[in-house]
């Protein structure tokens, strides 16, 4: 009988297949560790670069326009088309209405109707580039804002698109 040689491959090559079968290993190890890292990374960007859900795209153009931690409430329908919202006033000042009675009334129903049709027109035309991002926008066709001060209720406005916008004032200073 034949004995089988002792040191195989190594004994007729000279090289020792241990190391590089270590080599081997550890590269795939470290190549797979990389590849599940940058699938974790990439999908966190695209979660990142998503736009945001159609009432909270709302929220922010309006908060935009009439400032910040101002919308207190976004509710869309989009079987409808209708956005309601509930923001409070940046320019409704009680305090001057001792001033001129007659003068802060017109102003604050101005003031109110210019924060009211701000408001609406940009809901209502979307720019192009927001649009893109979030077609629902476009489906929206009317804007109802529900305007309030402190708690109390000031005014409603309605605007349908491509008609005014429809201000009434609830509040009884404005009346």
């Given amino acids: ?84 919202a509930t923001f ?18 017109q102003n604050s129903r101005e003031f109110l109707t210019a924060e009211a049709q701000l408001a609406s027109d940009i809901i209502l035309n979307v720019p192009p580039p927001i649009l893109a991002q979030v077609p629902a926008m476009g489906d929206i066709k009317t804007v109802a804002l529900t305007i309030v001060y402190q708690e109390a209720l000031l005014a409603t406005a309605v605007a349908p698109r491509g008609k005014e916008i429809q201000v009434t004032f609830v509040d009884s200073r404005l009346k």
């Fill in 1 to 84: 009988m034949a004995r089988a040689r002792v040191g195989g491959l190594s004994r007729k090559t000279g090289v020792n297949p241990v190391p590089i079968i270590i080599f081997v290993l550890v590269a795939a190890l470290v190549g797979g560790g990389l590849f599940a890292w940058d699938y974790r990374w990439r999908k966190k960007q695209e979660e990142a670069t998503k736009p945001p859900a159609p009432d909270v795209l709302v929220r922010s153009l309006i908060e935009n326009i009439i400032g910040k931690d101002t919308v207190k409430e976004v509710k869309l329908d989009a079987a409808t088309g209708t956005v309601n």
């Fill in 88 to 105: 409070e006033s940046a320019t409704f000042k009680p305090e001057e209405a001792q001033k001129d009675p007659q003068k802060w009334v």
